[in-house]
C-alpha cells in the first residue's frame, strides 16, 4: 500500500529548493504523484513532479515532469531538480524511471540524456494512453537506472 512520506516535503541543494506543493493520491494514469515547486535562492524558476510506480501510461509520460520558466531556461535548473527528486523516487522502492519528451523538444531531451538515460526508442503514442490527442509529436522514451 502506497503512502506518502513528509521526508522530501523540502529538498535543498546549494541555492535550489524543491519545495512541495501538491501530494495527489493518483493521477490520471493511476499513479500518486508529489509536485514541487523549483527555487533558486528563494526564487520560483519552475516546477517538477514525480509519479511514483510504473503503468502502460508512465511509459508515455513518464515519472518526472518539469517545466523551467522561460528566463531561467539554459542554466541547468532542470538537470539539478531532477537530480534532487530522485531521493523521493529510491525512498518508494523505484530502481529505474521512465522519462520522455516530445521528439523535437531538444532542451529536455538534452537534460535526460545528460542525468545518464538510456534511449529506449522514439515512437508514436498509441491511442490508449490516456494524454493521446490528433497530431501528437512523437515521443522520445528513456529509462534512467537510480
Known amino acids: 500500500m502506497f503512502t506518502f512520506t513528509d521526508q522530501f516535503d523540502r529538498i535543498t541543494s ?12 493518483a493521477g490520471p494514469d493511476g499513479l500518486p ?7 533558486v535562492n528563494g526564487q520560483p524558476v519552475g516546477k517538477i513532479s514525480i509519479r511514483i510506480g510504473a503503468t502502460f501510461h508512465t511509459y ?45 523538444n531538444i532542451a529536455s531531451y538534452r537534460t535526460i540524456e545528460g542525468l545518464g538515460s538510456e534511449l529506449l526508442e522514439i515512437c508514436e503514442v498509441p491511442r490508449e494512453y490516456f ?4 497530431g501528437m509529436e512523437r515521443q522520445r522514451v528513456y529509462r534512467l537506472p537510480i
Not at 546549494?14 to 493520491?25: A, H, N, S
Not at 494524454?131 to 490528433?134: H, K, P, V, Y
Open 131 to 134: 494524454a493521446w490527442r490528433e
Open 14 to 25: 546549494g541555492p535550489m529548493t524543491l519545495q512541495i506543493t501538491e501530494k495527489v493520491p
Open 60 to 104: 508515455y509520460n513518464g515519472n518526472i515532469g518539469y517545466e523551467i520558466d522561460e528566463p531561467y531556461r539554459g542554466h541547468g535548473c532542470a538537470r539539478a531538480a531532477c537530480r534532487m527528486i530522485l531521493p523521493v523516487a529510491r525512498h518508494h522502492g523505484m530502481t529505474s524511471l521512465y522519462l520522455t519528451c516530445a521528439e523535437g
Open 33 to 39: 504523484f508529489y509536485f514541487y515547486d523549483i527555487l
